[in-house]
């Protein structure tokens, strides 16, 4: 049997971003996995975003069963997989900032008011630069060029 939402002006076939509170919790608590896949795609693509937060809403009362942990988990995976990319794109700028300037990596660290092992944990991506230190490193980057 298809699940259906009742009293609510939304279809599960509704992109999941659409669905009213009550929808979301229609589907996770009536729901099988094929019908959580929408779910869980906005989960990946927005991590933060408002059916992340409408599901963590409902996690902070819904008992701690095996479907409140499989969401919570979700949430969590989706989080620290965005967080690991954003990362990765930050020690890329880093990268191509040093690269444009021209300079050595030690030269350049000198340059933004850094040491040489602070700016090479940024290009590495162990450490995330604050965002004034970014600024610095991108303005930088293609300004010390001859």
């Given at each position: 049997m298809a699940l259906a939402f009742r009293n609510v002006d939304a279809s599960p076939r509704d992109p999941v971003e659409t669905w009213p509170?009550?929808?979301l919790v229609t589907v996770i608590e009536r729901g099988l996995v094929p019908d959580w896949q929408p779910i869980f795609a906005e989960l990946r693509r927005r991590p933060w975003g408002v059916v992340a937060r409408r599901i963590e809403q409902y996690l902070s009362y819904a008992p701690r069963?095996?479907?409140a942990v499989l969401f919570r988990l979700a949430i969590d995976r989706a989080r620290h997989d965005q967080e690991e990319?954003?990362?990765a794109e930050v020690s890329a700028r880093v990268r191509e900032a040093i690269r444009a300037s021209g300079l050595t990596a030690?030269?350049?660290a000198e340059e933004v008011g850094t040491s040489a092992s602070r700016m090479s944990t940024?290009?590495?991506?162990k450490v995330v630069p604050s965002a004034t230190m970014l600024t610095r490193i991108e303005r930088a980057g293609?300004?010390?060029l001859p």
């Open positions: 509170y009550e929808g069963e095996s479907v990319s954003e990362r030690a030269a350049f940024y290009a590495s991506g293609p300004s010390l």
